[in-house]
């Protein structure tokens, strides 16, 4: 479902960094690594590491990624994004570092801001010159969903704030929280771009 919303978000961070060279795309919630795979056919010199604790999801990933023959440039690692001290080791030191949390981080949130500020906090220390690119979706009052006039945006916007409470997930936020949150962290937001199903880029460094 992540997938599926996020996906006009997820072309627009790839088409932002598509002058990009020699760079290792590290993906949080990686899912079925279409992004991944996407970076990694723009240039030969591109590299991918996707993380997801979900072990069905890393499975078909791990298909997705062979039948599109960049099995040697893409390392998946089964396990919570915050177990840094793993996953480092397979980010190529000698890469540019760019960073994707797409419609992940408000999940962290459950436990606490604190808790979302420290890992980005700890993930500026390690990878000083990195990219981190943020896509939340912008959360909505359900006054704003009522007077939403376009149909399709208002089931979107109403499944995306429903489900998340049904499945004790963390609620998505409004820009301004994000802003906040990411300032928190030591990252600056270079710019905030719109996509569709309400959810906001953030392009920091």
Known sequence: ASGAFSFDANRIILEKIKEAENSVLIDFGCGSAETLIKFCRMRSDHFGVGIDSNEA???????????????ERIVLCHMDVQNIDFWQK????????????????HEFLESSDDFVVNFLKELKRRFGEARLFVAEYNGLSFEEIKNEED?????????YELWHPFTEQGMPQPRERWESLLGAAGWKISEVVSSENYILVYDCR
């Not at 999801?57 to 099995?71: D, L, P, T, W």
């Not at 030191?93 to 419609?103: C, D, G, Q, V, Y």
């Open 90 to 105: 397979y980010v190529p030191s000698r890469k540019k570092p760019i960073f994707l949390a797409s419609t992940m981080l």
């Open 57 to 71: 999801v890393i499975f078909e990933a791990r298909k997705r990624i062979q039948q599109s023959g960049m099995g």
């Open 151 to 159: 149909k399709r945006r208002k089931l979107q916007a109403a499944m």
